[in-house]
């Protein structure tokens, strides 16, 4: 069931106890006069909801719980009074809107996305399992034993536990399984991927694949939903927040502290620092150089890092933008002041991931 709130002129005039099905929702938006602005949280249901019943009202926004938290645990909590909280937030302008794609094929782009990280993380899961159970045994399986159909008969059937034996057959299945998934739906998010151009361009950098690729634009899902470049950053989880509180002896305020933020996208942030790592493990390119040159000036490695990232991502944004290809002689680092006093900034960041 769902609980609706109605309010005007800072009043609740009417509340609704409704099925959570977008017949019995959309008859009770469509009873309220216009001007109309829907607003539910973002969670399970959240997308559903917005690609189904935004052409009810007027407006219709999808906030951030995180946002709310304080305001909506503070006294009674149930859906009713949720309900009312929520018509009083927006009234006071502080709800903070998560955005929704309005295109249904980037909708089931990131729904692949989603379910091949789930999959992977799974294969991770089974692999740890199998381990944690010949760590009990003090067994260790041969090379190849997990992969190659034909090592792995012969071990398991030389174990002398066989109770072993046994249970490895059984933790085996899921890790094929698990395997067999991630490849299926790696296919398939090549397929939908493939659609897109900019997953070809950006696949073009050093340190980007199929996968990254194909994660960024699914969770980023337009350029233009970002005022600048710093917003991006924070929003992968590569850009810095300033923290500053209090004043020193003199009266006067004290210097602002750098740290990352931790409440972002962790599969965005994942995949950007991803493909920092790998291009300058590679080396040879300008984002290797780019690193390497940062660590010259003073910057420690963890700080060169995610400096590097943030370099990537704003090349792949004005790409995303301008619909150009990666050209590395426009992006290569030109000295200059301002350059070097965002250097001097980013040393004062603590070097922690």
């Given amino acids: 069931m769902t609980d609706l709130a109605v309010e005007r002129k800072q009043k609740i005039i009417a509340e609704y106890h409704v099925p959570t099905t977008i017949p019995a929702l959309r008859s009770v938006l469509e009873a309220i006069p216009e001007p109309k602005v829907l607003v539910i949280e973002e969670g399970p249901s959240a997308d559903w909801l917005y690609r189904n019943l935004r052409t009810s009202v007027n407006e219709m926004v999808v906030c951030d719980p995180r946002r709310n938290r304080l305001i909506t645990d503070d006294g009674d909590k149930d859906n009713p009074i949720d309900a009312r909280k929520l018509a009083e937030l927006l009234r006071g302008g502080h709800l903070r809107a998560v955005h929704h794609s309005d295109s249904p094929d980037q909708?089931?782009?990131?729904?692949?996305?989603?379910?091949?990280?789930?999959?992977?993380?799974?294969?991770?899961?089974?692999?740890?399992?199998?381990?944690?159970?010949?760590?009990?045994?003090?067994?260790?399986?041969?090379?190849?034993?997990?992969s190659n159909a034909r090592i792995r008969a012969a071990w398991l059937a030389g174990l002398e536990a066989r109770s072993l034996a046994g249970q490895l057959e059984v933790l085996l299945l899921g890790r094929d399984t698990a395997v067999q998934q991630v490849q299926q739906a790696k296919r398939e998010l090549g397929r939908l991927a493939g659609r897109y151009a900019i997953v070809g361009r950006w696949r073009e950098l050093p340190g980007v694949g199929l996968i990254r690729a194909a994660t960024l634009l699914a969770y980023l899902d337009t350029p233009w939903r970002f005022r600048g470049e710093k917003a991006l950053w924070k929003y992968c989880g590569v850009g810095l927040l300033?923290?500053?509180?209090?004043?020193?002896?003199?009266?006067?305020?004290?210097?602002?502290?750098?740290?990352l933020?931790?409440?972002?996208?962790?599969?965005?942030?994942?995949?950007?620092?991803?493909?920092?790592?790998?291009?300058?493990?590679?080396?040879?390119?300008?984002?290797?150089?780019?690193?390497?040159?940062?660590?010259?000036?003073?910057?420690?490695?963890?700080?060169?890092?995610?400096?590097?990232?943030?370099?990537?991502?704003?090349?792949?944004?004005?790409?995303?933008k301008t619909g150009s290809r990666f050209d590395p002689q426009r992006v290569r680092d030109r000295p200059c002041q301002?350059?070097?006093?965002?250097?001097?900034?980013?040393?004062?960041?603590?070097d922690r991931d």
């Fill in 107 to 146: 909708v089931v782009l990131k729904e692949w996305v989603s379910l091949y990280g789930d999959r992977v993380r799974q294969g991770v899961r089974e692999i740890n399992k199998i381990r944690g159970r010949l760590r009990m045994y003090g067994v260790r399986a041969p090379r190849g034993a997990l």
């Fill in 261 to 320: 933020p931790w409440a972002v996208n962790r599969r965005l942030k994942d995949a950007v620092r991803g493909a920092a790592i790998s291009a300058i493990h590679a080396g040879n390119n300008v984002f290797s150089e780019s690193s390497a040159e940062r660590i010259r000036r003073g910057l420690p490695p963890g700080n060169a890092r995610r400096s590097t990232a943030r370099k990537m991502l704003s090349v792949m944004w004005g790409m995303w």
């Fill in 338 to 350: 301002k350059q070097q006093q965002r250097v001097l900034k980013e040393t004062t960041c603590p």
């Fill in 242 to 259: 300033r923290f500053a509180s209090g004043t020193d002896r003199r009266g006067r305020p004290k210097a602002g502290k750098l740290r």
